[in-house]
T-cell receptor, first 116, second 113 residues
Framework: AQTVTQSQPEMSVQEAETVTLSCTYD???????LFWYKQPPSRQMILVIR??????QNATENRFSVNFQKAAKSFSLKISDSQLGDTAMYFC?????????????FGTGTSLTVIP | EAGVTQFPSHSVIEKGQTVTLRCDPI?????LYWYRRVMGKEIKFLLH????????ESGMPNNRFLAERTGGTYSTLKVQPAELEDSGVYFC???????????FGSGTRLTVV
């Protein structure tokens, strides 16, 4: 069974500061992808960043970066220079590379508030 | 390119009533997925269409839920009769079929009272 755990239901950060959202997962699969999705209030969920499990180098997208520790099954998201528009619900997600499906397994989400 | 459209955005119904949610995927996306998030819990997979065929419906909670995808275009998810535990946000997503091609809709918030 695949599970994703986000242990921080709510977090806040001062504008321009850095914040790290934690995520751990459990799987027996060897080939998979990891993702962070963001859902602003009443808006659609959008992809923030993704990581292929076979890559050792941590993914980076502008102010967003991950710390991927495969042995520990940990996949945290760091947001640098936080902006008001970063206020959203953040979901960590796992996708095993099965032959059929390609469905996501999500965590419970972390609600992030950026304080002006 | 238009995104994935879901409607209604909100629905409040009484227990025992029927509700139908609709999802319009991105044109040309053969894969369509339904997910659900019950308040405070994780987003869970419900089912996956490839064109008009159900590829995987292992996440459907029970036979009160019926999903269809007409002609491989839009999809509907009907809940009949609705129960209190069906409350939550229902997300739809579509993709070309690749890992990177997923696009989610904004979700339908269903409240059963």
């Amino acid at each position: 069974a695949q599970t994703v755990t986000q242990s921080q239901p709510e977090m806040s950060v001062q504008e321009a500061e850095t914040v790290t959202l934690s995520c751990t997962y459990d799987t027996s699969e060897n080939n998979y992808y990891l993702f962070w999705y963001k859902q602003p209030p009443s808006r659609q969920m959008i992809l923030v960043i993704r990581q292929e499990a076979y890559k050792q180098q941590n993914a980076t997208e502008n102010r967003f970066s991950v710390n991927f520790q495969k042995a520990a099954k940990s996949f945290s998201l760091k947001i640098s220079d936080s902006q008001l528009g970063d206020t959203a619900m953040y979901f960590c997600a796992f996708m095993p590379l099965l032959i059929a499906g390609n469905q996501f397994y999500f965590g419970t989400g972390t609600s992030l508030t950026v304080i002006p | 390119e238009a995104g994935v459209t879901q409607f209604p955005s909100h629905s409040v119904i009484e227990k025992g009533q029927t509700v139908t949610l609709r999802c319009d995927p991105i044109s040309g996306h053969d894969n369509l997925y339904w997910y659900r998030r019950v308040m405070g819990k994780e987003i869970k997979f419900l089912l996956h269409f490839v064109k008009e065929s159900k590829q995987d419906e292992s996440g459907m909670p029970n036979n009160r839920f019926l999903a269809e995808r007409t002609g491989g275009t839009y999809s509907t998810l009907k809940v009949q009769p609705a129960e209190l535990e069906d409350s939550g946000v229902y997300f739809c997503a579509s993709s070309h079929g690749t890992v990177y091609g997923y696009t989610f809709g904004s979700g339908t918030r269903l409240t059963v009272v």
